[in-house]
C-alpha cells in the first residue's frame, strides 16, 4: 500500500497559491490540502495548477452559521466549489458542538447525500468545536451513521479526554475502522500540538501517535486498499508556541512537517 504525503497550507495562509506549490514541490510532498474558501483563485485554475505542479488537492471545508440550516447551506456551497477544484477527496469541519445531536445528524447526512451523488469521498475530522470533538461524542454519530467515514486528528481528543487515549479503546477501534485520512500532528494531555516532535522530552507523544496511526494503516492493509493519504499537519501560532512577551514561535512549522514527512516514511509499515 502505498502513503500519499500532503501538505497543508496552514502556515502559508496568505501566500499566492503558486507559490505555496512550488514550495510543496520541492519539499516532496505528493498533494496539498488547502481550505478552499482562503484562496482567490478559481476553480479552474486551482486545478490547472495542481495538475501543472503534479499534486494532488485534498479540498478542506469549514462549514460556518448560527444554526444547523445555515451549516447546510454552507456545506452546499462549498461541496459544489471543491468538486469544480478536481479534488480527490473533502476533508471537513462540518456542523458544531453546540447544536443538538440530531442536527448535526441532519448535517452530515447532508454530505453523505453530496458525497454520493457525486463520487466524492466526503471525510468529517475529529475536531474540537465541531460534532466530532471528543471519542464519546463521536462514537454517537458513527453508530447512528454507518456511512460516515473520518479524518483521524487524534491530538484533539487528547487535549479534550486530557489524557493518551488509553482508557478509550473500544471508541478509538471504532474510530480507527471508520478513519480514511491521517493529520498527523502530535498532542498531549494538555495541548494539541507538541512545541517540536524532535525533541527528546516528547518522544513518548510521538511514539503514541505512530501507534495510532499505524493501526489505521494495518486496517487499510487489511481492506486491501491501494493507499492511504497521510498529512503532516504542525500548525503555525497560536497552535505553535511562542515565547512571553516576544510572541515568537519557537520553531519553524514548515521545517516541523518536512521532519514528520520523513519520519512517517521511514517509521510506518504501509
Known sequence: MKLILG?????????????????????EFDATEIYLG?????????????????????????TRGETYQDHIRSLDSQFEFAAQCQVVFINSHAGRDIFDFAENVQIFR????????????FLAETHRGRPTYSAIETRKYLEALPELRLTADFSHWMVVHESGLDDQRENLDLAISRAHYIHARVGYAEGPQVPDPRAPEWKHAVESHLQLWQQIIDQHKQNGSESLYITPEFGPPAYMHTAPFTNQPVGDVWEQNVYMKELLVSTLEA
Not at 482562503?38 to 469549514?62: C, M, T
Not at 447532508?110 to 469521498?121: D, E, M, T, V
Open 38 to 62: 482562503s484562496v482567490p483563485e478559481s476553480p479552474a485554475d486551482i486545478a490547472r495548477l495542481h495538475n501543472a505542479y503534479g499534486l494532488r488537492l485534498i479540498g478542506q471545508i469549514l
Open 7 to 27: 501538505k497543508s497550507k496552514w502556515e502559508m495562509w496568505d501566500d499566492p497559491l503558486e507559490v505555496f506549490l512550488q514550495r510543496v514541490r520541492a519539499s
Open 110 to 121: 447532508r454530505a453523505i447525500q453530496l458525497s454520493q451523488s457525486s463520487g466524492i469521498p
